[in-house]
């Protein structure tokens, strides 16, 4: 089932950038509520050291995810390229290859962690307090990982085969059941971190079995099996190979959030002990609101350039551009007030210690304060990815993460200790923008240092004139009073 072109190309930009942005953004919020569940549910009912241990056991999450990723990318990647050349028996055998190396290295993965587990949990930055929450909690979710990625690999292949809604389908049930999971084990059961961990391994199991359940049209269509004898024989180099190439860019973007959640970590843990850990967790999730409508609209960008540049049709690439970067910023603002007025109700779904409460939000207002900026580079990936430009948008992918902020925040940490951490943010931020300005500028074929000139030359002038204009003013002024004297005196 291939897309109706005609998408692109009857009505507004601004009504087709909706039409793809709406979809984007409650697809990503419903992930992100996944997530974000066992952090809400643990901090009401068991407390903040709770949420810490979370925060610990988040880049063995996101390691976990970040493998899955780059098979389910790699392999969406080739079954559209096999069905594009009606291949079906290299379709056959890449999804073959796909659900047996997804096996193999979830399972092989999760049990080095597991083996390995006390050591990796103290060198995430657990201290001796979160340590005995992470262990429970990662010794379970473990078992998930496998559930959650093979989830991802099938809703990826199915996507790629004309089934554009399963994501969010399989997302949804997850979350959902996941919710109530928790409830049960954690509010009413009182299982703890452990009862968390459980709820999210059987919504992750739920969600494989729905997914598996809707995969079966295809598997009788191409008349797969997943026998051992069939797998072991669909064994091809040159697939897996593929497979890891197309997908190594998005499971490095992937990772970049897990190494940089362990460096920062570390560098909290001894800075700022546990208390830092915590708030730095419920601001990196409280902040992924405005993230998830950053990229949603971002994302919902790239197939309109993307269409509109195949085209050659410069004037609507043009517009696409300046459509989404207005879009995107008049969106950011407008949830950066809310979060910004809102912290401290917001946050306080997750704390109840009051004094904790307030040092979190005044880092959770430090942290986002320069967010919205932010909204311009994703622009700027996206943008460049949708052209073609793999080399620059993976660049930029990795800039803001892994150029920019590890090295500011180990700098300022170490020198003006939490407090260096949270301001790297929007420093991080900052420099981000300015550098995806650049690029910007150079997309929209206007010359950024004629650009930057220009745009002083203005402001010289603006001085000049409004310098000029208090001179005059205050010349009759003075003129007005001097003769206002004059015929004070007159008349006395």
Do not use: H
């Amino acid at each position: 089932m291939g897309m109706d072109s005609r998408i692109f190309t009857n009505g507004k930009i601004s009504k087709i950038l909706l039409k793809f942005a709406i979809p984007a953004v409650i697809s990503l919020l419903v992930l992100e509520l996944y997530n974000m569940v066992d952090t809400l549910f643990v901090g009401i009912y068991i407390g903040p050291d709770a949420i810490g241990a979370l925060t610990i056991a988040f880049p063995i999450q996101r390691l976990l995810i970040a493998v899955g990723m780059l098979i389910a990318i790699g392999t969406s990647s080739l079954v559209s390229r096999n069905l594009g050349e009606n291949n079906l028996k290299a379709l056959k055998n890449t999804i073959l290859n796909a659900f047996l190396i997804t096996g193999l290295s979830l399972t092989t993965l999760s049990l080095l962690i597991y083996i390995f587990k006390n050591k990796i949990i103290y060198f995430l930055g657990a201290s001796s307090t979160i340590f005995p929450y992470a262990d429970n909690y990662i010794s379970v979710i473990l078992i998930g990982g496998i559930f959650q990625c093979l989830t991802v690999v099938l809703c990826y292949i199915m996507t790629a085969l004309g089934n554009t809604k399963i994501t969010l389908y399989a997302n949804s049930l997850g979350a959902i059941i996941n919710i109530f999971i928790n409830y049960l084990l954690v509010a009413i059961l009182g299982f703890g971190v452990i009862g968390a961990a459980i709820a999210t391994v059987i919504s992750q199991a739920i969600g494989f079995a729905f997914t598996l359940y809707k995969f079966k049209p295809i598997k009788k269509s191409f008349n797969l099996s997943f026998s051992l004898k069939s797998m072991k024989l669909s064994i091809n180099k040159g697939i897996l190979i593929s497979i890891f190439i197309i997908g190594f860019s998005s499971f490095i973007i992937e990772i970049s959030d897990a190494i940089v959640a362990v460096i920062l970590n570390n560098l909290l843990a001894y800075n700022g002990g546990d208390e830092a850990i915590i708030i730095i967790g419920i601001v990196t999730k409280v902040s992924m609101f405005m993230f998830i409508t950053i990229i949603g609209i971002s994302s919902a960008m790239q197939p309109i350039v993307a269409f509109s540049f195949g085209a050659s049709d410069k004037l609507k690439v043009r517009e696409a551009l300046i459509t989404s970067i207005k879009a995107v910023s008049l969106s950011s603002v407008a949830l950066w007030l809310i979060l910004m007025i809102f912290s401290k109700q917001i946050i306080g779904f997750f704390l109840k210690d009051l004094t904790l409460l307030n040092d979190t939000v005044l880092a959770f207002r430090i942290c986002i304060s320069l967010l919205p900026s932010v909204s311009i580079y994703y622009i700027c990936i996206y943008y460049y990815q949708a052209i073609g430009k793999a080399k620059l948008s993976f660049i930029l992918s990795l800039y803001r993460q892994l150029i920019v902020f590890i090295p500011l925040a180990t700098i300022l940490t170490i020198k003006f200790g939490v407090m260096g951490a949270l301001i790297s943010y929007p420093i991080a931020d900052f420099i981000s923008c300015l550098t995806s300005i650049y690029f910007i500028l150079k997309a929209l074929n206007l010359n950024p240092l004629k650009y930057t000139l220009n745009l002083m030359n203005l402001f010289n002038k603006y001085r000049i004139n409004n310098i000029t204009f208090s001179k005059i003013e205050s010349s009759e002024n003075k003129e007005l009073v001097s003769n206002k004297y004059i015929k004070d005196t007159a008349y006395t």
